[in-house]
């Protein structure tokens, strides 16, 4: 390999899976200076991400009494062995605090945030892939325990990670967004940004970055008798909350993920809620993008009550089966069967989970 010109060992580098890299920089100096360049680190998420490749893509599990990391795509091919990955606790969080309640604020890039318990003042981010984390400063003391909207998004124009997080109020019989504040990786601390939104009720805390913005699950108050549910977003780089794109008007509940580089929403159905879909877009904004990947009857599936998380596989979907803890479901539509996966739990139902990419991202 050492007879290979430098730019052709870069490139075949850049395809090879992050555990494989990090053992890789134990094997010489150069290399490790390689590796652990910011150019190549970006290259190698590049990789990642492009031409929608899902094969980096894990879920999260964060449960007690550990966390789990899932690679899905083995689980859809029948590869029960490596598809489910013990991840020891971060070393940013002590192992005396209780994880039964911990959730997942936001991810991005192999990033993710993480809350302990209730406190929205004990937060970290983490990567899961190199095991690298970082306890974060608490944001200001206007930001309730309780009631609040988190995303964790990168800005292109500045090359940094930022962390956004908001009070959720009622004033004058309105839902309104209130005190955001965003938190810079490079910085290492909190500011406000302007912006008061009215007139949106939440269906999740935790926001979804895909094209430079965080999205959200809601519901528009229209003054008729049902709200619109709708997405919307805040821009990552301009800190500004944006419109509003209305769901598909059949959705009974929804779940909003990402796919590749594709924006997925998957939800139940009105009238009668027999058939759950998956649809999914790589233009958002346009009504006419948005496509059905699948429509699937619902007694086919194990649910108890609406799944927190919910992805597409290159067989199926695969979504948590909180009605039985610990356990994953992947149902492939081509062979009309269900598969579940278990991860380690402690039968506590309230566990949490994410999508997100393998990457070499450090929080240095």
């Known amino acids: 390999m ?76 029948g590869d029960d062995v490596n598809a489910v990955m013990e991840l020891p606790y971060p070393s940013a969080a002590s192992r005396t605090e209780s994880f039964a309640f911990a959730s997942i604020q936001g991810s991005c890039d192999g990033l993710v945030c993480i809350r302990n318990g209730g406190d929205v003042h004990d937060m970290f981010l983490w990567n899961p892939s190199t095991r690298e984390s970082k306890k974060l400063p608490k944001p200001s003391s206007s930001v309730q325990k309780d009631g609040f909207l988190t995303g964790l998004g990168y800005d292109s124009t500045i090359d940094d990670y930022k962390l956004v997080i908001a009070c959720l109020t009622t004033a004058n019989g309105s839902h309104q967004i209130m005190a955001p504040e965003v938190f810079t990786l490079k910085t290492n601390s909190w500011r406000r940004i302007q912006g008061i939104h009215s007139g949106i009720t939440l269906e999740g805390c935790a926001g979804v970055f895909w ?26 780089a301009q800190e500004k909350f944006m419109g509003f794109v209305p769901l598909p008007s059949h959705f009974c509940t929804a779940v909003l993920s990402i796919s590749g580089n594709c924006l997925c929403i998957f939800g139940k159905l009105h009238p009668d809620e027999s058939y759950f879909e998956a649809w999914i877009t790589s233009e958002y904004g346009v009504k006419t993008s948005w496509r059905r990947r699948y429509a699937i009857p619902f007694d086919r599936l194990y649910m108890d009550y609406f799944s927190t998380e919910m992805c597409l596989t290159k067989k199926g979907v695969l979504m948590d089966h909180h009605g039985c803890p610990g356990t994953l479901q992947l149902y492939d539509p081509v062979e009309d069967a269900t598969k579940l996966l278990s991860v380690k739990n402690s039968r506590d139902p309230m566990y949490d989970s994410a999508v997100y990419t393998e990457s070499l991202v450090s929080l240095g």
Request: aromatic share 8%; proline share 5%; net charge neutral.
């Open 211 to 236: 094209n430079g913005a965080l999205h959200w699950l809601g519901k528009q108050e229209t003054g008729a008798d049902h709200d619109v549910d709708v997405i919307f977003s805040l821009d990552v």
């Open 2 to 77: 050492s007879k290979l010109p430098q730019d052709i060992i870069v490139d075949i580098l850049t395809y090879l899976p992050v555990k494989s890299l990090v053992r890789f920089k134990c094997v010489c100096k150069p290399w490790q200076s390689l590796i652990s360049d910011p150019r190549f680190v970006k290259l190698h998420l590049k990789r990642a991400i492009e031409g929608n490749n899902i094969n980096r893509q894990r879920l999260l599990v964060a449960a007690e009494p550990l966390y789990s990391s899932v690679d899905f795509e083995a689980a859809s091919d």
